[in-house]
């Protein structure tokens, strides 16, 4: 095993892993870099891409697989190469992101936008390699585990106003919505729908009530949510199913729609209809399957545009955790021991969230 703490985890083995199968068991982390920093755990959120991962929906998983990308902890060893001035002892997160080659000559890492490096290496289910030797270091473990040990420059201070059981979700939750909001000019005087009020939407809406937008429209299928979306900031609620010419009634009054559902069921060009001229969709729930098909004049004789998006670079995520603490921006959470994991992971994939979990590592949480 590597030097360093015992490194333990819930260990997806096969794809039943999904099913509330992982095996509590050990493992041995990347090889210790002078960049690097080393997390004692003490919270993780749940996260869809765990489950699409464990069930290896988006393609083979390497197992085994420690998933886990919303992970909060406190550094207890940092490397004497180590960015941010971070020291032994502070409260810093990680996301989705762990590694990219960071060189120079890299169009998207020299441009700030490392989470599209062609190299880029997700927290778990990937493989670290130096980007200048090639040497493979070893797999990517998520935060379903007691420590994470990973680069720096993808390591995140996290304010003091900002609790860790909070701040665990907004890591990759959180970012997937509030960047596409920033990139896109959310903010006075745009109006914005958010389409599912789920653990990516709800995001959606505390952020574009954050961001001071005009109007904020959440969109989902029954007004099932409709006095929890009012709650997190929504001026107005649009029921796809039930709601009788809603795409008619709210026709060219958007300027903006994120989209955090991937069903290959989603009414897509009628969420079109709700665009105004030079409006903007961006799809940021990420499917197993296919988004359905549109007629290209929704997009054609408005000027609108469709779009993606991933999640948020480091210097991103600092700048929405500090406007969630400015604002007091408070995600809807729901605690969870690490030891139920299996649980949760089922609870999650059913719906029961609402509308993030956030696993405790108890025995660290108390040291």
Request: with cysteine.
């Amino acid at each position: 095993m590597a030097s360093g703490p015992k490194y333990e985890g819930w260990m997806g083995l096969d794809s039943s892993a999904a099913e509330g199968n992982m095996v509590w068991q050990e493992y041995e982390p990347k090889a210790w870099e002078e960049t690097d920093v080393e997390i004692k755990i003490t919270h993780c959120g749940i996260c869809g891409t765990d489950i699409h991962t464990l069930r290896s929906g988006w393609g083979p998983t390497l197992y085994p697989c420690c998933v886990g990308h919303e992970i909060v902890g406190h550094a207890v060893r940092v490397g004497s190469k180590a960015e941010k001035g971070i020291r032994v002892g502070d409260r810093v997160g990680v996301g989705a992101q762990s590694s990219s080659c960071l060189r120079p000559d890299c169009e998207e890492c020299s441009s700030g936008l490392e989470s599209y490096c062609p190299h880029m290496a997700p927290t778990y289910n990937a493989k670290y390699t130096n980007p200048n030797t090639g040497q493979e270091l070893g797999k990517t473990y998520g935060g379903y585990a007691n420590f994470w040990r990973g680069p720096s420059h993808f390591v995140i201070p996290i304010p003091d106003a900002i609790p860790s059981a909070e701040a665990a979700p907004m890591l990759c939750g959180g970012i997937t919505t509030f960047a596409p909001l920033i990139h896109h000019g959310a903010g006075p005087g745009k109006r914005v729908g958010i389409v599912g009020v789920g653990g990516l939407g709800h995001f959606g809406l505390l952020w574009a009530k954050a961001l001071d937008c005009d109007k904020v429209v959440a969109i989902s299928r029954t007004n099932a949510k409709k006095e929890d979306a009012t709650k997190m900031g929504a001026d107005e609620y649009i029921a796809t199913d039930e709601d009788k010419d809603w795409n008619k009634q709210h026709a060219r009054s958007l300027d903006l729609i994120v989209c955090t559902v991937s069903s290959p069921k989603m009414p897509l060009q009628k969420y079109l209809q709700l665009l105004r001229t030079r409006g903007q969709f961006i799809q940021v729930g990420a499917p197993e399957d296919h988004i359905p098909g549109f007629n290209a004049f929704a997009l054609i004789a408005k000027g609108a545009k469709i779009g993606g998006s991933s999640i948020g670079n480091p210097k991103e995520i600092e700048t929405m955790l500090k406007l969630a603490a400015e604002k007091k921006v408070k995600p809807w959470i729901q605690e969870r021991p690490l030891k139920e994991a299996n649980q949760a992971v089922v609870d999650f994939e059913v719906g029961k969230p609402r509308y993030r979990y956030t696993l405790i590592n108890e025995a660290n949480a108390k040291l």
